[in-house]
């Protein structure tokens, strides 16, 4: 990159370079990263365009703009990404909340709005973040929700977000495998997953950014994609109160018709509804246990 002296240049040369690089959002990448640096809002780098950048806030701004180029997500460069309004801290150590989770958070708002429960007992599993606990927390005070994941360090990252957002009476951590740590009889309201649900050879068509800086953890889930879905199915079966339900994410097309499958086999064909975004792609479901706790 050749010497960037004030905003408004840096922003032209990094849009430009980015872009050469094969980003996908150079405008937006480069706005965001240098608002980051400068300590502003991304609005405002407009506002003194010409404003002189000092050599250190050059250097730092460099720096991150390369490890962009290379595929590190903007929001580990960060920190920090928004997911339904909120702003979430981010680490290597949790996947980057996306905008297509936001579907699932929707439809479990929906219920509970629906449902009007006093004190409506939520179950999110694979929490990394905490960004689903929290969004519903946030928008719905009367929910208690259980965050659980299998990695230590994702629970970390999740613990700070609670705390940041003041949710540490009403969002309770744990580790666990699925829902092995809860009792077969829990008897919960809903279980809300964004489970990982890359089939193991769809690796090499991952985008660089997740697939070399996301964990594994967070992205995989046996040859098809489904394995950890099919047992957080069944597990969510036993720990579901009658007419409690379960609302999961999918990924590809392939996949989400493996999942409308075989939850359909353990809920029953007519307790599983589609739940698709405003553009009408289908991003998970929601399988409702029947009022008389009996399978199909
Ligand atoms: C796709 S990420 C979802 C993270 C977050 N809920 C979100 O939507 O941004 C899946 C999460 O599941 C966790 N995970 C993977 N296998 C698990 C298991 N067997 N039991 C519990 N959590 C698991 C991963 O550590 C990761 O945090």
């Not at 702003?87 to 949790?94: C, M, R, S």
């Not at 004190?119 to 929700?145: E, L, M, N, Y």
């Not at 077969?184 to 950014?209: G, K």
């Not at 493996?258 to 289908?282: C, H, N, Q, S, W």
């Amino acid at each position: 990159m050749d010497e960037v002296l004030t905003v408004r240049s840096f922003l032209d040369l990094t849009v430009k370079w980015l872009a050469q690089k094969g980003c996908e959002s150079p405008r937006l990448d480069a706005e965001l990263l240098a608002a980051e640096a400068l300590g502003i809002r991304r609005l405002d780098l407009y506002l003194s365009p010409e404003r002189p950048l000092t050599p250190t806030e050059r250097d730092r701004l460099r720096d991150l703009v390369r490890r962009r180029a290379k595929g590190e997500p903007v929001a580990y460069l960060r920190g920090r990404r928004e997911f339904h309004g909120i702003d979430f801290i981010v680490t290597p150590a949790v996947l980057v909340p996306r905008p297509e989770t936001e579907t699932i958070v929707d439809a479990a708002l929906e219920w509970l709005a629906a449902a009007s429960l006093d004190a409506p007992q939520v179950v999110d599993v694979g929490t990394g973040s905490g960004a689903i606990a929290c969004a519903i927390a946030t928008a719905c005070p009367a929910a208690r929700v259980l965050a659980l994941d299998l990695s230590d360090a994702a629970l970390e990252v999740a613990a700070r977000n609670v705390a940041a957002l003041g949710l540490g009476d009403r969002v309770r951590l744990d580790r666990s495998d699925l829902l092995a740590v809860l009792p077969t009889d829990a008897a919960v309201d809903i279980v809300v997953s964004n489970p990982p649900y890359v089939a193991e050879d769809e690796r090499p068509l991952l985008d660089v950014s997740a697939r070399d800086f996301e964990p594994a953890l967070a992205l995989f889930s046996g040859p098809e994609g489904t394995t950890l879905t099919a047992r957080l199915a069944d597990e969510a079966w036993t720990r579901l109160r009658p007419g409690g339900v379960l609302i999961v994410e999918t990924g590809s097309p392939a996949q989400t018709s493996r999942v409308e499958a075989l939850l359909k086999a353990r809920f029953g064909a007519l307790a599983v509804d589609p739940l698709p975004d405003i553009g009408r792609t289908v991003r998970g479901f929601l399988a409702r246990k029947s009022l008389e706790g009996v399978g199909p």
